[in-house]
């Protein structure tokens, strides 16, 4: 990875991190950014990092974008032929209170589908993250196509429990 990747993952993962109270739920987003295959895909995705700080478990139930025709919560799956295979979660993604949930590439995500402009390095996509108790978050996600797998900028990867 370049230093000027570096530089925009570790100010991106700074300015881009937001956090939503409701109730005892402490919803709080680090580490986002999106992506897509190559500049003329008509589908992307978005990942990140969920820390629930409150006293309350909660759930993401849904998401929204209007940079795509349509946006979901997906996640991969193994078929029964052994094949991997992106699915859409209706019920979304649990957060344990004191807990952190992974969106990242090849597990959970946010899928673009049909996307109404072309997504290029830099840019930055507006989404709502909508949780069953912390209510609407909304978040500004940056376009980062240098991003390696794996590379979440400067998060911290321990398990969490407070």
Do not use: C, W
Not at 18 to 32: L, P
Not at 36 to 50: D, Y
Not at 63 to 69: E, I, K, N, P, W
Not at 75 to 89: A, P, Q, W
């Amino acid at each position: 990875m370049s230093l000027k990747s570096v530089v925009f993952a570790a100010a991106a993962a700074a300015a881009f991190a937001t956090s939503a109270f409701a109730g005892d739920a402490m919803i709080m987003v680090h580490g986002q950014y999106a992506r897509v295959s190559s500049p003329a895909a008509k589908a992307g995705a978005a990942f990140m990092e969920i820390v629930n700080k409150g006293e309350a478990d909660d759930q993401l139930i849904g998401v929204r974008s209007d940079v795509a025709a349509k946006v979901q919560l997906h996640t991969h799956k193994e078929g029964d032929d052994g094949v991997m295979k992106m699915m859409h979660v209706e019920e979304g993604f649990a957060v344990p209170a004191g807990a952190t949930h992974m969106l990242q590439r090849g597990g959970d995500h946010i899928m673009f589908m049909g996307l109404k402009q072309a997504l290029n390095h830099g840019d930055v996509v507006k989404v709502t993250l909508v949780f069953e108790k912390a209510g609407e978050v909304e978040i500004d996600v940056p376009v980062d196509l240098e991003r390696q797998d794996g590379a979440h900028g400067n998060m911290d990867h321990s398990s969490r429990t407070n």
